[in-house]
């Protein structure tokens, strides 16, 4: 039987036949396939091709064996966590959901035949005949975006067999790489790790507990994780990746962790739900420059703006203009320096700070406070007068338990910094991280 | 507050991010021009510390917005015209 006229469910359970082993470790107990494949179906005999489902769910058997159903009945699933709840009416209004299931059962959203609505999107993907997914952007601004994919387009990509690492993961059930992880796992018989605790302590025991051997990360971990002192000794041998992503990553961390973990390959990771998965290389492993592959994916820059056109892209978004150009590019807002195909972000396009004509990255600013010794995280922010056009603000968290006042900051700052770079207000405080990209 | 109150203030503030003392600065010192002794970012600073003196007084002193450059273009003009919009938005002004 080929593979496209084979059910998702069937596929998998073909892959896991004769397989024991679990697909995730979890602290709340253990999942193999065989305990997805042996939970009691939901009665699904109310949904139908073409229908938008959410599925309010985790990495739980009923969750997983749900969503696989949907997606083989030909379902727009919009996955969801009890963790956004509050948000759940804006999105189920937006998604235009037909059906809701909980850990209740399965609700029709009967107010939808009061004033029926669709949407062009929706009713390509049905003409299609395809499954479809809707997930949620978290943007700091405005209200979350729907993101429309094609299924097809999304498990496209584990037709080709991809061993792969042991690794951990935060689990996001409502976001694509949460979910990509899980299929990742699914389709190659991968094990995944669910973390019991977001600190270094933690993470490092559960490494090292269940010999985990990819280690996806934020630079602000890695900084937390050098600090603690527990690189190189406390950091386990099983470990032979270690991937770090969504927020900037500068050069002397990543090349104090190259120095301390010679055997631990570095890797970037880029990505964004408006496009899909995209692989990603690093040029090096003590490189910030990356490149970007997968099947058709192409790059270009627009004024050292970073473009990218992918088949994988989404179908559109449900409350938001389109965000390609005619020809299917995508601006994705961050400037880059490009040597020999490989990129290097510099800062996002509304990054730059412009102060008497005078332009920078806010990044610069931040990683001049960020190689100070007492100086944990910067956060830099033009602000617009009507003096000099911008001057820069800053916000500094110091490392726990050192001495550090504005008065002492701004001397060491001016040591580093041209003087239309200078910030001319500076605070110490707290820096407020958003609360779900920056995982560990 | 009086203007010559929000003066005082400006002048107090000049002083100490020109780190001089306030003697040679009063309300005719011009502020942006040839004649100013003070350059541009330096008054940035100037109006970021007003920002700050306004919170301790218990306002919020607005020198960016379009509504109050459109109400007095010329508050940069002088120590006096700035002290002027400081009293202003402080409740005074007379």
Known sequence: MSAASEGLLERLARIWEGVDHPFLIHPAGN???????????????????????????????????????????????????????????????????????????????????????THPLLEELRNDETAGLILFSTGTTGQPKAILHDLDHFIRRFDRPNPGLRALSFLLFDHIGGLNTLLQALFNRRVIVAPSGRTVDAVLDDCRRHGVEALPATPTFLRMLLLSGAVPQGVPETIRLITYSTERMDQPTLDALCALLPDVEFRQTFGMSELGI???????????????????????????????????????????????????????????????????????????????????????VEQAALALDAVLFAKAVGRDNPLTGQHVELLVQPVPGANLDTAELKAQLQQRLPAHMMPRRLRIDAVPVSHRYKLV | MTNDEAAAIVQAVIASVLDTDANGIDQDTPLIGGQAQIDSIKLVEVCLALEDRAEQLGFEFDWTSEATLSRSRSMFRSVGALAEVFAKQAGGGK
Do not use: C
Not at chain 1, 53 to 62: E, K, P, S, Y
Not at chain 1, 284 to 303: C, H, I, K, P, W
Not at chain 1, 305 to 319: E, K
């Open chain 1, 31 to 117: 999942l193999t396939f065989a305990d997805i494949l042996g939970q009691p179906p939901v009665d699904l005999t109310s949904v139908h091709r073409g229908d938008v489902v959410a599925l309010i769910g985790d990495f739980d058997a009923r969750s997983v064996h749900t969503l696989l159903r949907l997606f083989d009945l030909g379902a727009i699933v919009v996955p969801l966590t009890a963790a956004t709840r509050a948000q759940h009416d804006y999105f189920l209004e937006t998604a235009l959901v037909d059906t809701v299931i909980d850990a209740a059962g399965v609700h029709r959203r009967e107010n939808r035949h009061l004033r029926p609505r």
């Open chain 1, 278 to 364: 995209m692989r990603v290389a690093s040029k090096a492993r003590d490189s910030l420059f990356f490149n970007l592959g997968g099947r058709g994916v192409e790059t270009r820059t627009v004024d050292n703006v970073l473009w990218i056109r992918t088949p994988a892209r989404m179908r559109g978004y449900l409350n938001a203009p389109s965000p390609f150009d005619s020809e299917g590019w995508y601006n994705t807002g961050d400037i880059v320096v490009e040597r020999d195909g490989f990129y290097k972000v510099t800062g996002r396009a509304d990054d730059v700070i412009n102060v008497g004509g005078l332009k920078f990255m806010a990044a610069e």
